[in-house]
């Protein structure tokens, strides 16, 4: 008794297989991207805080007057202060690095198919054919004839051919240099390289909170670790005409409480040891003012926050460049604010301003601009002001980072290698019709992919239209 054959039914819909097309197709890729570039440009404008007794988180949304005041909350519940211990941040970067292995497998099998001309059983479901230049052409003459001219043609450019088995069309693949389709396996590979290096970083990376030191304080280096930084000297570089053109912070590397070696950070060089990096990020002032009347009385001053009457020395310390402490005068109820400016006179130099304030607060006067210490007389009111500036500093240790930065670069000559110098693979399909043959004709996507198959086309019917 003959076996019976089943009715053919429509193709069954493989759960891997959708998943593999979603995570190969490039938009996935690009979105999953897009949104780790705009996550990591969000964290940058905010601390990131991940060692023990470091928390800059409050104290950067007490002082936050910018547009990212509004989002505090959001921020907190995002976990955008501890990136490291995000889990759904690691989420991210393993589905970017799951799409980067899906194209990378699909990228070698393509090449290796390629590059061994082996005969093809089924055209693979590739993305890039969705998005291929194609050319469609009907011409007069039978598929035999068809396939007998465009393999002729794909002979004399030097490309490798192979037939692909299906059904009664007649298909052919073609790779003209096919070893540089393994450019994108690299890039892909350099980019897996890339995202492992940012886990790393994630996983163990940490960064502190702004320091802001006088000469001779003393800052620990991370948590469980004898090692600490000092700083030595701050130096303020000025031009000949008295410009502010560089500022930096001489440190000393200490473990143990012993002296381990000098340093030097600067604007774009960090000073480090052993993976650690100490990075001047801005610089401030600090300012120490005392009053007294004009008979020579000592009056008391009162910083905001300050308990008790007031103090006969008070230092302002500016928070960030942008801050404006106010000092009062209790004896005299009067008002002073302190305002920075880094280009605060004609010569450009740095300058402390300061301001009376009067009516409530609702006008201020300035009386005073500052480019060192010195004294400022209101009235019956002597001011004895020292000005210095102090450094901002942060340190951070982020493992990986060089590996990331490397395989993203890598990854991204590689790709731009492939789209510029693409290895051609040309796809020709040549379908029976009524009176002559349908034939489609697709290419790689790549620098010229759409002149290329223009010109082939145009050949290849130049060619079947002399047969009439």
């Known amino acids: 008794m003959a076996d019976e054959n089943p009715a053919p039914g429509p193709p069954r819909l493989e759960p891997m297989s959708v998943v593999w097309h979603a995570f190969a197709a490039p938009q996935t890729l690009l979105a999953l991207m897009a949104v780790a570039v705009l996550i990591l ?20 949304l007490t002082v936050e007057r910018g547009p990212l005041s509004r989002y505090t909350d959001l921020l907190l519940a995002l976990g955008l202060f501890d990136l490291a211990g995000s889990v759904w941040f690691r989420l991210l970067l393993a589905l970017v690095a799951l799409a980067f292995v899906v194209r990378m497998i699909d990228a070698i099998d393509l090449a290796w198919r390629a590059g061994r001309r082996r005969e093809w059983s089924a055209l693979p479901d590739l993305p890039w054919l969705h998005t291929a230049p194609q050319v469609d052409l009907a011409v007069p003459v039978s598929c035999d004839r068809v396939w007998e001219v465009s393999t002729g043609l794909l002979e004399e450019e030097g490309c490798d051919w192979a037939d692909v088995e299906e059904g009664d069309t007649c298909e052919i693949v073609a790779a003209c240099h096919p070893r540089r389709l393994w450019l994108r396996p690299v890039a892909y590979a350099a980019l897996l390289v890339a995202i492992a290096g940012l886990w790393v970083a994630a ?16 800052q620990a280096v991370g948590r469980d670790t004898a090692d600490a930084v000092r700083l030595d000297a701050f130096d303020l570089r000025v031009n000949a005409r008295g410009q502010l053109v560089d500022y930096r912070s001489r440190v000393t590397w200490l473990r143990e409480g012993a002296e381990l070696q000098p340093d030097l950070a600067g604007i774009g060089q960090p000073a480090r040891l052993d993976g650690v990096a100490l990075r001047q990020i801005s610089y401030a002032p600090v300012v120490r003012m005392r009053a007294e009347s004009g008979d020579g009385r000592v009056l008391l001053l009162q910083m905001p926050g300050q308990p008790g009457q007031g103090r006969e020395v008070v230092t302002a310390r500016f928070v960030s460049l942008d801050d404006q402490p106010l000092v009062f005068l209790p004896q005299r109820e009067r008002f002073f604010t302190l305002v920075f400016e880094e280009a605060g006179c004609a010569a450009g130099f740095p300058a402390v301003h300061i301001y009376e304030i009067e009516q409530g607060g609702q006008q201020r006067n300035k009386v005073a601009a500052l480019l060192d210490s010195g004294q400022v ?18 340190l951070d240790y982020w493992p990986g980072m060089s590996v990331a930065f490397a395989g993203a670069g890598a990854g991204l000559l590689a790709l731009v290698a492939a789209w510029l110098l693409p290895g051609r693979l040309l796809w020709l399909c040549a379908v029976p019709r009524t009176g002559g043959t349908r034939v489609e004709v697709r290419a790689w996507p790549g620098a010229r992919a759409g002149r290329y198959v223009r010109s082939f086309a145009a050949l290849l019917d130049e060619k079947v239209g002399s047969d009439d």
């Open 41 to 60: 440009a969000a964290v940058g404008l905010v601390p990131h805080d991940s060692l023990e007794g470091l928390n800059e988180s409050e104290s950067w």
């Open 203 to 218: 996983t163990w990376g940490w960064q502190g909170e702004a320091w802001q030191p006088l000469p001779l304080e003393i």
């Open 377 to 394: 007389t209101l009235d019956d009111l002597v001011l004895d002001v020292e000005l210095s500036y102090v450094p901002v500093l942060r």
